[in-house]
């Protein structure tokens, strides 16, 4: 009985080593593609140079590029896709929707909704010009507040749904087509009554960018996410409950309502404030949990910060692809391409969209199976 008891807890113990060690991959591969990209660009920068400024920073040429251009950029890339990550797989696991994510339910629309009024009407921002580096975010939290109202409108009209009409998980993105197209149309009557800078400007800020970001709004993201990330680690065993059904949770001890909606109010929050700073940026809530929960599990010990990490990483990448667009079809296809800039948010919608459809169509064919 010993000898069995002891092949389980070392079955058990290497069960979660791999599990453990597939988060530090993750860490590990987020540091190095951030390493990468703060020496690519249009100014080419050495791996030392990049390392003397992050660490010995003296006000050069490089020291410039650096900290007020790559550096924040890369670190909001991993803040708003660890924040997109984690929102996503909170909303599959407290809707019991695999097809749950901010893009997806429409809350990250009606957040962009939010934010551009707080931006054009309530005065939380300033448009200079036609140019997309014009909008400055004056007041971050106006701006994010305002988001934030708006997000919660949507989450509301969900948690209703689920908790009135038990609608299905294909339903439910429909509601969130229908949410996207209501705060969709008030983007689109903000942009009819613009003026020309403040129209190109919305609607460019609608494609998802990190390269206006400033280190004022990353210590907000950076202060929400670890806030928000440390309630959703601790109620880890509560999702993981929830995952096995209400009357066993609550057998379990769990309030299934009270964590219902704290959960879709935080992970709204974090949808809110990601938006607010970069725009629409789809499909990594998305694509982040199902990655990660099919190479690892369900349990949410490790599925909420490996979809964090994936979602940062996935992020990451992105917008280094984006901004070395030229470079890249140089690569491939031979010289002649300009430098240029495709926004972040273009990129994940090109990899989510195909992803999106094959897990539509492979829940039909379980269904159909079934």
């Known amino acids: 009985m010993k000898a069995i008891e002891g092949d ?7 069960h979660i080593s791999l599990k453990l060690l ?94 551009a009024v707080g931006i054009i009407l309530l005065g939380g921002g300033t448009v200079l010009g036609q140019s997309v580096t014009t909008t400055y975010i004056d007041d971050p939290y106006l701006v994010t507040g305002s988001a934030f109202a708006a997000s919660m409108v949507a989450t509301l009209i969900i948690i209703v749904l689920v908790k009135v009409t038990k609608v299905s ?3 439910m993105v429909l509601t969130g087509v229908a949410i996207s197209s209501i705060f969709g149309a008030g983007l689109a009557a903000l942009q009819y009554f613009s003026n020309d800078s403040a129209l190109a400007n919305i609607v460019y800020w609608q494609f998802g960018d990190l390269g206006k970001i400033n280190w004022e709004q990353n210590t907000i993201m950076a202060i929400t996410v670890l806030l928000i990330m440390a309630f959703f ?12 059904g209400d009357e066993v949770a609550k057998g379990l001890g769990v309030n299934t309502d009270w ?97 999106f459809i094959y897990i539509l169509i492979r829940g039909y064919r379980n269904v159909d199976q079934g």
């Open 259 to 355: 964590i219902r909606i704290t959960s879709m109010v935080l992970a709204s929050l974090l949808t809110a404030v990601a938006v607010s700073f970069v725009g629409i940026i789809g499909f990594v809530g998305l694509l982040a949990p199902h990655i990660v929960r099919r190479i690892i599990g369900g349990d949410h010990r490790f599925l909420v910060p490996g979809s964090a990490l994936l979602g940062a990483l996935v992020l990451l990448i992105s917008d280094t692809v984006g901004r070395n667009m030229g470079d890249l079809l140089n690569w491939m296809f031979g010289s002649g391409y300009p430098s240029f800039i495709v926004p972040v948010g273009i990129i994940t919608s090109f990899i989510g969209g195909p992803l």
């Open 169 to 171: 998980p294909e339903a």
């Open 22 to 115: 597939f988060l530090v991959g993750l860490a590990a591969a987020i540091l190095l593609i951030a390493v990468y990209a703060s020496t690519v660009g249009p100014y080419h920068i050495t791996f030392w140079e990049a390392m003397g400024s992050v660490f010995n920073y003296q006000g050069s040429t490089v020291d410039r590029i650096i900290w007020n251009l790559r550096l924040p950029r890369i670190v909001a890339a991993v803040l708003v896709g660890a924040a997109l990550g984690a929102s996503g797989t909170i909303m599959q696991c407290v809707l019991r929707n695999p097809l749950g994510s901010p893009f997806t339910l429409g809350i990250s629309n009606a957040a962009a909704f939010g934010a």
């Open 8 to 14: 389980e807890l070392t079955r058990y113990l290497r």
């Open 233 to 244: 680690v601790w109620k880890r065993w509560d999702y993981n409950a929830l995952d096995t």
